[in-house]
């Protein structure tokens, strides 16, 4: 994927700041000792494409054509160029989608029906690949058009923050968009560790409407996690905060884990609904991508 030199450099300096600053905050806290304990501080790396067909909004998405491509495969593509991936894998519990990434040349790992949301298809996926990882990143597989750049950052983040189990990105919100229950916001703190998503506006003021002079973050799907964690995570039962917003990513943040966030300068282009389609190949057809 080609961008406009401008957007991508002050991507890129997003990104980079984000991971400077989560290692000053690590060596303050005295991280550096941590980490010197051992040089491949979560070195393995694998990436994880949760895929389901069955969906309310979008029956067999995954499977959808953009441009000629099914969009599980956009998805993979794109993936496949993040330098920090040693591996990518497709889960999924349709055997449509699997042989449709089998025939892209994919590795696809089966998991169960039963799985509740995409991380613990990701849980499921991990247990049953051959090599041991450090680190899962779960890519969605609705965002045909994810940045490689974006997944090498949230994963270089959890490398330098050995207190925290999970990282995530994050980008400016627009305007109109601070209303959307489909549109996830996020708030963090100081040293850049998560303090609440919703669905919601947040914050929220006292005037009730979006502040156009206000910094709000939109939450990009991506995210990874430290590979024990994610056996634990999937032990953890459904909390209040959780199951209001439907949002897995609260639930670690109600049992008291951490979670760093990255800012990126990145445009979401994810599909939820038929709609989304004719969008995100308008917008490919303007960047001259095939």
């Known amino acids: 994927m080609t961008l406009c030199s401008s957007s991508s450099s002050s991507q890129k300096t997003w990104i980079v700041h984000g991971i400077l600053a989560g290692m000053a905050i690590a060596a303050a806290i005295g991280a550096r000792a941590y980490l010197g304990r051992s ?19 979008f029956e067999g998405k995954p ?35 699997a042989d449709c990434c089998r025939g892209f040349g994919a590795d696809v790992i089966m998991t169960s029906e039963s799985c509740r949301n995409g991380t613990e298809r990701c849980n499921e996926a991990l247990e049953k690949l051959e090599k ?3 680190v899962v990143v779960n890519i ?24 925290a189990v999970f990282s995530t990105a994050v980008t400016s919100l627009k305007p109109e968009d601070g209303l959307d229950p489909n549109r996830v916001k996020c708030v963090v703190d100081n040293r850049g560790y998560a303090i609440y998503f919703s ?5 929220f003021n006292k005037y009730g409407g979006v502040n156009p002079e206000f910094p709000y973050m939109l939450h990009l799907g991506i995210q990874s996690f430290d590979s024990k964690f994610l056996n634990v ?25 951490k979670m760093k966030v990255i800012k990126v300068d990145h445009e ?12 995100i190949e308008s917008l490919m057809r303007e960047r001259n991508l095939s």
């Open 39 to 57: 040089r491949k501080f979560r070195s393995r790396v694998v990436g994880i494409i949760p895929a389901r067909y069955a969906s309310s909004r």
């Open 63 to 97: 499977l959808v054509q953009i441009l000629g491509k099914p969009m599980i495969q956009r998805t993979w593509e794109r993936s496949k160029l993040a330098s920090t991936l040693d591996h990518v894998v497709v889960a999924t519990d349709d055997e449509r989608i």
């Open 132 to 134: 041991e990882y450090d």
């Open 140 to 163: 969605q597989g609705d965002e045909p058009l994810i940045e490689p750049e974006i997944i090498d950052g949230v994963v270089k983040a959890l490398q330098v923050s050995p207190d």
């Open 199 to 203: 669905r919601g506006l947040i914050p």
């Open 233 to 257: 995570y999937s032990e953890l039962q459904p909390t209040p905060l959780q199951v209001e917003e439907d949002l897995e990513q609260l639930k670690v943040l109600e049992n008291g884990y």
């Open 268 to 279: 979401a282009h994810g599909v939820d609904t038929p709609e989304d389609v004719e969008k």
